[in-house]
């Protein structure tokens, strides 16, 4: 069997693209906002927000849990989101050692 393409990459490299999918799309990025902002949020409370279908809403919700950024409690019939704070803060090392690695030129020139 042949190697897979992520089997090329680093471990840190293939988990930066993994977080950096939940950031890949404007629902998402507005779901993380929110669910920041109200730290912690029932899924209909979403559709209200960003006005899109509950499927919409649970696809995108499905995508971030799957990486791990939120975590969810089943209160009745109903799913209450939030951040999970150790993802969290996982996510933001990787991306905060990913950038802190560019140190910008004395100049604007770069190619």
Known sequence: MGVTKTDLFTDIQNEIALAAKAFNHPARVAIIQHLIKTNACINGDLVQE??????????????????????????????????????????????NDLFSQFESPASDDCC
């Open 50 to 95: 960003l006005g899109l279908a509950q499927a919409t809403i649970s696809q995108h919700l499905r995508e971030l849990r799957d990486i791990g950024i939120i975590q969810g409690t089943i209160e009745g019939t109903r799913i209450s989101y939030c951040i999970h704070p150790a993802r969290w803060e996982q996510i933001k090392t990787l991306f």
